[in-house]
């Protein structure tokens, strides 16, 4: 059943045509008995307007997406998502193989790359590695949140942290559509700026993106939600560390002093953006 994307009140439908009136509309929004808005308003916008308001995370958004377009009876995956979801781990490969090639270049003056013997397979096979890279941890990613959020063995639900949710595909839907702020740097193509900067501050914004989505569909608290996106976050990293130390390309060595200063910096920039973009909002 649909809800009232800002007070949650269920609701039976989100429009009735409007033909047959004198308002020129084909359709009419439905006005919540409850708060006295429209239930939903998104049900009129286009899809940038609906990308922009994921980006700028509110609350709203994600309520008509999770709740009002995506569920589908018998948890089963939207198509749209299945594309999404595919578009976003090509994405991640390139992210990612212009990440470690970059954090490679400084120690490339004695001519040889740390990327090293991967540098010297075809390039084919290089990226058929970071696709495997992208696709097992963003499994591990998903597939850890999946179990906290619907298992029945999950430490938080056995805690009582938060009450089990039997639909994993929507909290895999919700994490695909949260993460979709990684498409972002789509502009990378055309504006060249700093591939590893630009990474770790979209990082930061996923996380929240993360958060916020997990906080509404699974109605729970947001320290709840942030231990989720952490751990899966956690998962996700572990697992391309283990890849990426087999093949000799990670160690322990590569997260420096230097590194957390950037994330830091990164975590600081993101959260800037998000205080003017809030204050525009206020201020228009
Ligand atoms: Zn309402």
């Known amino acids: 059943m649909p809800i009232c994307i800002e007070c949650r009140t269920p609701v039976s439908t989100l429009w009735r045509s409007g033909a047959g009136d004198n308002s020129g509309h084909s359709i009419r929004l439905t006005v919540c008995r409850n708060c006295g808005r429209f239930c939903d308003k998104y049900v009129e916008h286009d899809f940038v307007v609906l990308f922009i308001d994921l980006v700028l995370i509110k609350p ?22 299945v594309r ?46 970071f696709l ?17 959020a619907s298992s029945r063995y999950s430490p938080l639900v056995l805690a009582g942290l938060l009450p089990r949710f039997s639909r994993p595909n929507s909290v895999s839907t919700a994490l695909l559509v ?35 989505a997990l906080r509404i569909l699974l109605d729970c608290r947001y320290y709840t939600a942030t231990i989720l996106a952490i751990l899966g976050a956690a998962a996700r990293w572990m697992t ?16 420096t002093e230097s590194d957390i200063a950037a994330d830091g910096k990164a975590f ?17």
């Not at 391309?240 to 997260?255: F, H, Q, Y």
């Not at 600081?268 to 228009?284: C, F």
Request: charged residues 15%.
């Open 240 to 255: 391309g560390w283990l890849i990426l130390t087999s093949v000799g390309l990670g160690d322990w060595n590569s997260i």
């Open 178 to 212: 949260s993460s979709s702020t990684k498409l972002f740097p789509i502009l990378m193509v055309i504006w060249e700026y700093d591939v590893p900067a630009a990474a770790r501050s979209l990082g930061w914004a996923v996380v929240a993106n993360n958060v916020e």
């Open 60 to 81: 709203q958004v994600y309520r008509h997406l999770l709740h009002n377009t995506l569920m589908r009876d018998g948890d089963r995956f939207d198509p749209s998502i």
């Open 132 to 148: 495997i890279l992208c696709a097992v941890s963003t499994f591990a990613f998903h597939a850890s949140i999946r179990f906290l």
């Open 268 to 284: 600081w920039g993101y959260l800037m953006y998000a205080v003017q973009w809030a204050g525009r909002l206020v201020a228009g």
């Open 84 to 129: 999404l979801g595919v578009l976003l781990l090509l994405f991640d490969v390139y992210l990612t193989w212009a990440r470690i090639e970059k954090k490679s270049m400084p120690e490339s003056e004695t001519g040889q790359s740390t990327l090293g013997q991967l540098a010297q397979q075809p390039i084919v096979f290089q990226y058929l590695f």
